[in-house]
C-alpha cells in the first residue's frame, strides 16, 4: 500500500499564483522528501525535510513537516508555467533511504 | 559530476521474451535502487543494491532480478515478459550521507 498520499490528485492554476499540496503518510519516518516529474521523465528531487524540522525553504519552494499529523505540505510560490509537473512525496522504509515509497502524486498545471 | 544514465531509453519487446536494463550511478555512489512506474500502481520499489549485494527487494515476482557490479553499475533483469511488465523502470543514484536519490532518465518497456 502507498505510504504518501498526496492531495489533491491535480491542480490547475494560473501563473503567478500559489500551489499548494499535500502529503499523508501512515508509519513513523526519518524524514520525508519531495519529488518532481516531468512527463514521462525521470524524477528530480526538490527538498528533503528531517522529521524534527518543520519548515524547510528552498527558492520558491517552502514544505512544511506536522509529525504528529503525518502529513506534510508543499506550497510553491508565483508559479511558472515550467512548474506544470508531477510532485511526489517520498518516505523510506525498511531501515534503508535506498527504497522510498511513492504516493500517486499531485499533477499541477501552470497555464501562462 | 555527471548523473544517472540508464540504457536503453526505450525497448520494445514481446510476450516471453527477456530484457536486461542497465544503470551507472553517480560518481561515488555505491547504492542503487530501481523501481518500475505504472499508470495504475504508481511508482514502486523493485529492489535496492549496495556494494554488489541486494539490500532489499521490493513485492515482485521472482522474474524480476537484478545486480549490481564492483563499478557500482547495476543491471535488472525481466524474464518471461508480461504485458504488465510495461512500465516506465527508473533507477537511482543513493547518496546516502545525504539520504536523497538522484533518479535517471528511465527505460520506457512496452511489452507487446
Known amino acids: 500500500s502507498q505510504q504518501g498520499e498526496e492531495d489533491p490528485q491535480a491542480l490547475s492554476i494560473q501563473e503567478g499564483e500559489n500551489a499548494t499540496m499535500n502529503c499523508s503518510y501512515k508509519t513513523s519516518i526519518n524524514n520525508l522528501q519531495w519529488y518532481r516529474q516531468n512527463s514521462g521523465r525521470g524524477l528530480v528531487h526538490l527538498i528533503l525535510?528531517?522529521?524534527?524540522?518543520r519548515e524547510k525553504h528552498s527558492g520558491r519552494l517552502r514544505v512544511t513537516l506536522d509529525t504528529s499529523k503525518k502529513s506534510s505540505s508543499l506550497l510553491i510560490t508565483a508559479s511558472r508555467a515550467a512548474d506544470t509537473a508531477s510532485y511526489f512525496c517520498a518516505t523510506a522504509f525498511g531501515g534503508s533511504q535506498g527504497n522510498l515509497i511513492f504516493g500517486k502524486g499531485t499533477k499541477l498545471s501552470v497555464k501562462p | 559530476k555527471a548523473g544517472v544514465t540508464q540504457t536503453p531509453r526505450y525497448l520494445i519487446k514481446t510476450r516471453g521474451q527477456q530484457v536486461t536494463l542497465s544503470c551507472s550511478p553517480i560518481?561515488?555512489?555505491?547504492?542503487v535502487s530501481w523501481y518500475q512506474q505504472t499508470p495504475g500502481q504508481g511508482l514502486q520499489f523493485l529492489f535496492e543494491y549496495f556494494s554488489e549485494t541486494q539490500r532489499n527487494k521490493g513485492n515482485f515476482p521472482g522474474r524480476f532480478s537484478g545486480r549490481q557490479f564492483s563499478n557500482s553499475r547495476s543491471e535488472m533483469n525481466v524474464s518471461t515478459l508480461e504485458l504488465g511488465d510495461s512500465a516506465l523502470y527508473l533507477c537511482?543514484?543513493?547518496?546516502?550521507?545525504?539520504?536523497?536519490?538522484?533518479f535517471g532518465p528511465g527505460t520506457r518497456l512496452t511489452v507487446l
Open positions: 560518481s561515488g555512489h555505491r547504492s
Open positions: 525535510i528531517r522529521s524534527n524540522e
Open positions: 537511482a543514484s543513493n547518496d546516502l550521507g545525504s539520504d536523497t536519490q538522484y
